[in-house]
């Protein structure tokens, strides 16, 4: 059977009545503001509304990762997208930060199931980072939006393509949003 024959699962670029979380480095931010405005924009184009948008900032790109796993665990949003703005230096302190960010994103995206969308941009110039900023190479704010966007949507599929059929079990509220068990309270 051919490839495009077999049935896929795909997200659908409609963010109506998903919430969404975007962490903002400050630093760099006179291109992380562009950024910005760019990933709003993607998320109110699909279908948001200003009010399931929370824009969260923090000092640096080393810190995007440690905001986006808390709000990943608070279990109020369908995505997380993660902007910051990285330029090399003289040291291997760029190398040591990008690892570091990028790993802390995946790692935080894999381990809480939330989608994280990855827009920090990583250049070896202010003008490639200007470029990505939305003047000559589209902006990745904006890209990593739809792809924000598209991945709810898809992790929404996938959730009713595997229950479809099957009852749904009752949450469990024997443990909080980290997996240690709750405490109760003696009176």
């Known amino acids: 059977m051919p490839e495009a024959a077999l049935p ?15 962490v903002v480095s400050r630093f760099n931010s006179f291109i992380t503001e562009r950024l910005l405005l ?9 279908g948001a509304h200003k009010k399931d948008i929370d824009v969260v900032r923090v000092p640096g790109a080393f ?9 990943a665990s608070t279990g109020k949003y369908d995505a997380i997208i993660c902007i910051g703005c990285l330029l090399r230096g003289d040291t291997a302190h760029y190398d040591v930060i990008v690892n570091e960010v990028t790993r802390g994103i995946g790692q935080s995206a894999q381990e809480t199931g939330v989608p994280h969308a990855f827009g920090v941009l990583t250049c070896d110039t202010l003008e490639q980072a ?35 059929g099957k009852q749904k079990q009752a ?17």
């Open 38 to 46: 760019s990933a709003c924009d993607g998320l109110l184009r699909t």
């Open 130 to 164: 200007i470029d990505r900023a939305g003047l000559k190479m589209g902006n990745k704010g904006f890209e990593a939006a739809l792809a924000a966007v598209e991945m709810a949507s898809l992790n929404a599929t996938i959730g009713l393509h595997a229950s479809a």
């Open 63 to 71: 810190e995007i990762p440690t905001a986006s796993r808390t709000l």
């Open 8 to 22: 896929a699962l795909e997200g659908k670029l409609d963010a109506s009545g998903r919430r969404f979380a975007i």
């Open 171 to 187: 949450p469990n509220r024997s443990r909080d949003s980290r997996g240690k068990p709750l405490r109760k309270c003696s009176r």
